[in-house]
Antibody, heavy 123, light 112 residues
Framework: EVQLVESGGGLVQPGRSLRLSCTAS????????LSWVRQAPGKGLEWVGL??????????EYAASVKGRFTISRDDSKSVAYLQMNSLKTEDTAVYYC??????????????WGQGTMVTVSS | QSVLTQPPSVSGAPGQRVTISCTGS?????????VHWYQQLPGTAPKLLIS???NRPSGVPDRFSGSKSGTSASLAITGLQAEDEADYYC????????????FGGGTKLTVL
C-alpha cells in the first residue's frame, strides 16, 4: 500500500524549533518530489514548500511565509522527508501534511497525502 | 486572501448538480498552468479529485468533472450524494510569487 506517515508534531514555544518527519512506503521514494502543506485550525490549505527528486537535483521551493525559517530535506536511503522549522511563530500552528508530488503539465499535483501531524506554537 | 478565489460555500439537494468555481489571474490559471482539485472530508486529509484540469485519478467517480477556461476553472458534481459533503480546494501554480504552488480558499459543499 502506498502510504505517507508524518510524525514529530507537538507543542512548542514561540521562537523554538521543531523537526517533522514524513516516512514513505509502497513506492520508490527517490523517484518523487515531496511537499509539505499545512492547515491552520478551521482554515484552508496553505502550501509550505517542496523538494524535488534527485533527477531534478533535489531542488527546493518555499512559500514566502516560511522562507528562511523552514527547510525541507530528504533521505532517499530511508524513504524519509523532513521539515525543519526554526523561529516558530504562533501563526505556524497548524496540521502539517506531507504529500507526494506528481508533475502534471507545467505544474505539480499532490496525489498521495499523509494523515497529518499537529503543531501548536504557544507559550 | 487566496490567490485563487472560490465561493466559501455551495449547497444542493441529493441528485442535483452543483458547480464550484476557481478564479485566478494571468499569472496562474491564465498563464496556462493546470488546475487540480482536492476533496477533504471532515476530519481527514485532502484527496486528489481532479488533476490537469479535467482528469480523474483511478477510483474517482465520473460524477466529478473539471474544466478550465481563460483565468478560471470549475468543478462540477452531478447526482449529488450525502457523502459528497466536504470541503473542496482548487490548486495551481503562480509565476508572480517566485515560483509558488497556490491553493484556493476552499468551498464547503453542503448536501441539503
Amino acid at each position: 500500500e502506498v502510504q505517507l506517515v508524518e510524525s514529530g508534531g507537538g507543542l512548542v514555544q514561540p521562537g523554538r524549533s521543531l523537526r517533522l518527519s514524513c516516512t514513505a512506503s509502497g513506492f520508490t521514494f527517490g523517484d518523487y518530489g515531496l511537499s509539505w502543506v499545512r492547515q491552520a485550525p478551521g482554515k484552508g490549505l496553505e502550501w509550505v514548500g517542496l523538494i524535488r527528486s534527485k533527477d531534478f537535483a533535489g531542488t527546493r521551493e518555499y512559500a514566502a511565509s516560511v522562507k528562511g525559517r523552514f527547510t525541507i530535506s530528504r533521505d532517499d536511503s530511508k524513504s524519509v522527508a523532513y521539515l525543519q522549522m526554526n523561529s516558530l511563530k504562533t501563526e505556524d500552528t497548524a496540521v502539517y501534511y506531507c504529500s507526494r508530488v506528481v508533475v502534471v503539465g507545467a505544474t505539480y499535483a499532490f496525489d498521495i497525502w499523509g494523515q497529518g501531524t499537529m503543531v501548536t506554537v504557544s507559550s | 486572501q487566496s490567490v485563487l478565489t472560490q465561493p466559501p460555500s455551495v449547497s444542493g439537494a441529493p441528485g442535483q448538480r452543483v458547480t464550484i468555481s476557481c478564479t485566478g489571474s494571468g499569472s496562474n490559471i491564465g498563464a496556462n498552468y493546470d488546475v487540480h482539485w482536492y476533496q477533504q472530508l471532515p476530519g481527514t486529509a485532502p484527496k486528489l479529485l481532479i488533476s490537469g484540469n479535467s482528469n480523474r485519478p483511478s477510483g474517482v467517480p465520473d460524477r466529478f468533472s473539471g474544466s478550465k477556461s481563460g483565468t478560471s476553472a470549475s468543478l462540477a458534481i452531478t447526482g449529488l450524494q450525502a457523502e459528497d459533503e466536504a470541503d473542496y480546494y482548487c490548486q495551481s501554480y503562480d509565476i508572480s510569487l517566485s515560483g509558488s504552488v497556490v491553493f484556493g480558499g476552499g468551498t464547503k459543499l453542503t448536501v441539503l
